[in-house]
């Protein structure tokens, strides 16, 4: 019998090695940064805050009496570029990306502080990215969050000590949850959803009564609503399944049984298209 | 931005001339932060109003901002220690004074502002160089007058002191340094000079569009945009076959996608070579008709329906191929019931489009997660194009060979293998 020829097992050697050690290649190209600004309070009135975040890790919330901002960026200062800038009365903070081929942007962490005593007009946009928005003690005037593909918590553990004007929620395909927008004290709230599942709580206190539009594409949609409080829902749409526990139909408008009694009130217009849509009462502050 | 020289360095400058000299050549710099040392102001209440900490691998700085908008700078990069502009000594990387300035930062990152000046006056220099002991000595004077604590404000107001002392002395203030200096300067300035004939191109950067083309969405916009586009495509193609379907054209495509099924080489290589003779097929007939008297009538209508006609079949192919696809991905998934309630041509073609068009759906998905994908999203995109040329021919060919649907090629029961339900019983 003829022998056959034994294969080299070099270059599949030296293949699989150059494979193992390429990542750790790759992270040695990596120039890892850190940088954090922070700033007292001043003469500021109100604090424009812009935070532009497009990978990795961000995480937003309170900071020490006393305390303006202070904001603390690590990321790979191969790949990025970082905005921090102040200007009297606005923040703006970010990264750039420049070259992120091949790089691990989600090593990537933004932490930023807020101080607890001048309002805030919030402005988040934020995307490839996790975020944990926690905006409790914070005295929030104006927020507008649009995230893109991300799973986002925000969150309102106590009530806001300033009239929010405006609540502006953009969700792309993303897992979003908010929780406790009944702390906000915010007269309006728009929230838009692309492709996701989006939790939105409105636990809390409520200083208010509160008008929400929710435009919703594809997904599924949980409203957590506090026991007590009037809940009015007007659902438009196309191939929306729409679970109205605890909810009486009047027209094609669904009313909470309290809905004439109860002290404060949310009125609810939900658009959506091919999705589900659950409300769950539950228990939690309303007033 | 140019600053009255403080006092206090013209006070150290006045104990020796050199001092003076090497003073007035930092301040002739274009320096932006003035020297820490120089803003210890003792007895002059100030807080810490803004920090900046920045740490890297070639560079660990902090920039303080004073109440009155003075700022001081403190730094190690490129292997020296540096107050402001001016450089204090050498610091190599990873040295001894470098890693503890780096610890210091690393923890003045995680205090609070009312916390910084204690815990950088608190800090200790390394060692008994001579650099450690100065950069010390100025972030003391820095930060001294912001110290609640007298006692600690008191201490780091001698360091100061001791280090304006110590700094009147030593050859950072000699005048071999001032000239080494203005040497340096020189050599600058005649590096700039040479780079004066360069030439300069300026490129104004158009608009790039809105927010969602430059924001950090715009991959998730593009890739979303990308897939509407293909639901599009996939809500077309859908509508043709349904109106096909609704007007009682379901056997035609049925045929085309037995067709497919049984004669895929066949049918692919029909359709390749289709598309290859279909312009010199039409060129030629145009001859044909053209030297003919009774063809020159008929050239309009040749002209306007063999492209419709290959318009059609085509499209007809193409639908028969989803068909088949769907069918095929049908038989293999569901059983008895499940076939019965699904079993039908609209849900054959929803499956088989949407595998058809499946590829460039992954790759716009996949380009949504940002332009670091951008080498799979390219694969599946030639997968996608290879799906569709492939499934392009082959509907082609299929068309041809059955004549438009009307004599549709299948399996003969002869093809078909036996099933065998009962276990052999062994007798």
Redesign the interface.
């Known amino acids: 019998m003829r022998n056959r020829p034994v294969r080299s097992l070099r270059a599949p050697l030296v293949l699989a090695a150059a494979f193992l050690t390429l990542p750790a290649g790759l992270l040695a190209q990596q ?10 309070v ?1 003469t500021e009135e109100l604090l424009h805050v812009a935070v ?4 990795g890790r961000l995480i937003l919330g309170r ?2 009496d ?2 303006l901002y ?1 904001a ?1 960026l690590g990321y790979d ?1 191969q790949a990025f570029k970082p905005e ?1 800038t ?1 200007s009297p009365g606005s923040l703006r903070v ?1 990264l750039d ?1 420049v070259r ?4 691990n ?1 989600r090593l990537g962490e933004l932490r930023l502080d807020l101080g607890p005593t001048v309002p805030i007009d919030l402005r988040l ?4 990215a996790r975020a944990d928005v926690d905006l409790t003690g914070l005295r929030i005037r104006r927020l507008r969050l ?4 991300s799973e986002t918590r925000l969150h309102v553990g106590a009530p806001n000590a300033e009239v929010c004007e405006s609540v502006d929620l953009h969700v ?2 993303a897992k979003f949850d908010a929780i406790g927008l009944g702390n906000l004290n915010a007269r309006r709230l728009d929230f838009n959803g ?1 492709v996701g599942d989006v939790t939105l709580d409105f636990t809390g206190e409520w200083a208010s009564d509160m008008a929400a539009t929710v435009r919703m594409g594809l997904g599924s949609l949980t409203l957590r609503v506090p026991r007590g409080l009037g809940l009015r829902v007007e659902k438009g749409g196309l191939l929306v399944g729409f679970d109205s526990q605890g909810l009486i139909k009047r027209g094609d408008v669904f009313y909470s049984e309290n809905w004439e009694s109860a002290d404060r009130k949310l009125t609810l217009d939900i658009e959506a298209a091919f999705g589900a849509i659950r409300v769950q009462w539950v228990d939690g502050n309303q007033n | 931005m140019w600053r009255p020289l403080p006092l206090a360095v013209a006070a150290v400058g006045l104990l020796s001339l050199p001092a003076l000299a090497q003073t007035a050549a930092v301040a002739a710099q274009t320096a932006q932060e003035e020297p820490a040392q120089a803003q210890a102001q003792p007895g002059v209440e100030r ?11 070639g560079e660990a700085r902090i920039v303080l ?1 004073f109440e009155g908008g003075r700022r001081a700078l403190f730094a190690i990069h490129s292997g020296a220690a540096f107050a402001g502009d001016d450089r204090l000594g050498d610091a190599p990387r990873g040295g001894e004074l470098d890693r503890a300035w780096r610890e210091l930062l690393g923890e ?2 995680d205090v ?3 916390e910084l000046p204690r815990l950088l006056a608190s800090w200790q220099a390394p060692g008994d160089a001579e650099i450690g002991r100065r950069l010390q000595a100025t972030l003391d004077g820095a930060v001294s007058s912001t110290l609640a604590d007298p006692a600690l404000a008191a201490g780091t107001a001698a360091n100061a002191a001791q280090a304006d002392a110590v700094q009147s002395e030593v050859e950072f203030d000699s005048v071999e340094r001032l000239l080494e200096r203005v040497q340096r300067l020189r050599a600058q300035v005649r590096d700039l000079e040479e780079l004066r004939d360069i030439p300069v191109h300026v490129a104004v950067e158009a608009d790039r569009g809105g ?1 969602a083309e430059r ?3 715009r ?2 916009f593009r890739g ?1 945009s990308g897939i509407v586009s293909i639901a599009l495509a996939y809500g077309v193609v859908f509508a043709l076959a349904f109106v096909t379907i609704f007007f009682g054209g379901r056997r035609y495509i049925e045929a085309v996608a037995d067709t497919a099924r049984v004669a895929t080489t066949r049918s692919l290589l029909v359709g390749m070579a289709a598309s290859f003779l279909v312009i010199p097929a039409f060129i030629l007939g145009t001859i044909a008709l053209l030297i003919s008297i009774v063809g020159i009538l008929a050239l309009p209508v040749w002209a306007l329906l063999f492209p419709i006609a290959v318009g059609l079949a085509t499209v007809l192919g193409y639908i028969g191929v989803a068909h088949g696809l769907g069918e095929s991905l049908a038989e293999r998934r569901f059983y008895s019931t499940d076939w019965f309630q699904r079993g039908n041509s609209y849900y054959f073609l929803i499956s088989g489009i949407g595998l058809l068009l499946a590829p460039f759906v992954a790759m716009h998905v996949v380009r ?5 994908l ?1 080498f799979f999203a390219g694969i599946l995109g030639a997968v996608g194009v290879i799906v569709t040329w492939a499934a392009l021919s082959i509907g082609l060919g299929a068309v041809l060979l059955s004549r438009a649907g009307t004599r549709p090629m299948r399996r003969t029961p002869s093809d078909v293998e036996p099933e065998i339900y009962a276990e052999p019983t062994g007798a």
């Open positions: 120039d890892w940064r850190s940088i954090t600004q922070s700033r007292q001043g532009q975040y497009g990978a900071g020490s006393g305390l202070k603390t200062g921090l102040y970010g990306d992120v081929r091949g790089r942007v946009e934020f995307g490839a649009a995230t893109g593909a792309g395909a692309g | 807080r810490i109003v803004s920090s900046e900490i920045a740490v890297s691998r901002e003045a990152m609070s502002s009312d927010w924001g950090p969405l991959h998730l979303l949504m997660a940002g332009p670091w951008g």
